[in-house]
């Protein structure tokens, strides 16, 4: 069964709009966590634009034992004013799973992942680190990577394909060959003995031929849309929308 993480970046955007704590961050990750979600994903950034360290001390120590925890971020951002970087935020929190992405800080949302062909040296301590830590981690990829050995190499446990594109070709009515590269790239990895994550624009739209396409996913962490769509439905009835995808 492909669990589903909630991402509550945008809850924090809207409680940060306003000061205060609503809507709040803990009680959001219950509600989802009671409507049957399997794991919270968090992307904190250097400039605190949503959650924030705080939120990730906070979700660590109340998050039950079978909610996976995973954090997301560039490990390479250096630690500026009250961010710590991603490799402090870990060692204090000590998630389930690190997601490795590179952002810049001025980048609107990611928008594309690593080059293991260049990158794998200069991640190789810092996996090593993390997995010293207790945390599984994962490499944000761009769909289409075919050389998918430096990942398995440096000791990665999973890749993350980012569906950004995936789910543009979707919305344009041509998804085939963005869907292809997804389940090319799911396949490599596969063959390396890596475990295969998806995110970034994923919604009840578009979630199904994904899992169709690739029914063995080990993980799907989803939050723009999904707390766009829990607006109008609410969140734990949204929750249960994307639980029924990944269970057809
Ligand atoms: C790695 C990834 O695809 C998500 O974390 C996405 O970047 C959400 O981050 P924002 O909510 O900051 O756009
Ligand atoms: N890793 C992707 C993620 O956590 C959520 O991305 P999005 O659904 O907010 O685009």
Redesign the pocket.
Known sequence: MTLLSV?L??IA?LRNSRGGNEPDVLRAARTCIEAGCGGI?V?P?PDL???RPDDVYALAERLPADIEFNI?GNPFAPPRGPYPGLLALCRAARPAQV?L?P?NDD?????HGFDLQRDANRLRPLVEEFARLGCRVSL?VDAGTRELEPAARIGAQRI?I???PYAHAYAQGQPDAALAACVETARRARAQGLGVNA???LSQSNLGALHRAIPWLAEV?I??ALICEALYEGLAPTVRNYLKILSA
Request: aromatic residues 6%; charged residues 25%.
């Open positions: 991402n970046n945008k955007v994903t992307h950034r634009r949503h959650i997301e997601t992405v952002d980048q609107l949302t990611s928008d944000f993350e980012y569906t950004g995110g970034h624009d962490s939050g723009h």
